[in-house]
């Protein structure tokens, strides 16, 4: 019983996480629109495409199960 | 040596390896990314062409939404959801045919050609290259929806769902970069 409210409370935190950065991240593609609209400068828009890839990078593409054995539990 | 006669221990031995494969694999892949953006940025320099906005900022969203329905994916797998998992598979694969024919029909049917010099090379390297990624894709998704099909993921052992997610997640985020490059940095010459 308690195993099976761990799962779906790590099920739950999962989703959120998806959730989360997903709506971040189409945040930040929205602000690199709208700034492109009024400036195009290359330094702020390849800033904001460098934390839109760690956020992509550290929690759709799990980067740190590199050196920790997270998953397939 | 067969998933059924190894161990739940080899196994996670193996997947270490397997992901580190993986992301070296990545790492060579950027340097063919990596010479396609530095090859704009020398070539266009502060300019870019006139392309379709809207169109731009459409097969990015469809692209974002494609990466969270395969995020999707891969929880259902983790968590044996299989509906979720089939579905989100399903979605993902549509949504990356979607982007796929946004570029190939609305974007290479514009004005600018190959051969219509720097700025024709690059759109047409950056996208191709791409869009070939992503064709690639859609493929190992449609091999993963049939593994999925025919029961062969557990909660235990999706090491084939993961490595598939990843690549997607990786195709998108070249994207990232790509998209600003080609549609919103630097100014069109008139």
Redesign the interface.
């Known amino acids: 019983m308690r195993e099976k409210i761990k799962m779906s409370d790590k099920k739950r935190a999962a989703y959120r996480t998806g959730i989360v950065v997903f709506l971040v991240v189409a945040a930040l593609t929205a602000v690199e629109f709208y700034l492109a609209s009024i400036s195009g400068a290359i330094a702020v828009l390849f800033f904001i495409a460098l934390i839109k890839a760690a956020l992509i990078v550290r929690y759709f593409m799990h980067v740190n199960r590199l050196w920790t054995d997270e998953g397939h539990e | 040596m067969s998933v059924a006669t190894t161990t739940l221990s080899q196994?996670?031995a193996q997947?270490?390896s397997n992901?580190?494969g993986l992301?070296l694999f990545f790492i060579s892949e950027l340097f063919l990314f990596g010479g396609l953006l530095i090859s704009r940025f020398y070539l266009w320099g502060?300019t870019?062409p006139d392309l379709d906005?809207r169109l731009g900022?459409i097969v990015?969203?469809i692209l974002?939404?494609s990466?969270?329905f395969?995020?999707?994916a891969e929880?259902g797998a983790?968590?044996e959801?299989r509906r979720l998992f089939l579905f989100s598979l399903i979605m993902t694969a549509l949504l990356g045919t979607a982007f796929l024919l946004g570029v190939v029909i609305f974007e290479w049917g514009g004005e600018i050609r190959p051969w219509d010099g720097a700025f024709g090379a690059i759109l047409y390297g950056m996208t191709g290259m791409h869009a070939l990624h992503v064709a690639s894709g859609i493929v190992l998704i449609l091999i993963v929806a049939y593994n999925g099909l025919r029961g062969r993921y557990t909660?235990?052992?999706?090491?084939g769902v993961?490595a598939c997610?990843?690549y997607w997640?990786?195709v998108?985020?070249v994207w990232?970069?790509f998209?600003?490059a080609i549609?919103?940095?630097?100014?069109v010459p008139t």
Do not use: C, K
């Open positions: 196994y996670r997947l270490r992901r580190l992301w502060g870019r906005q900022l990015t969203s974002l939404l990466s969270f395969m995020y999707l929880v983790e968590h959801n909660a235990e052992r999706h090491w993961e997610a990843i997640h990786y998108d985020v990232i970069f998209y600003p549609y919103l940095m630097g100014t």
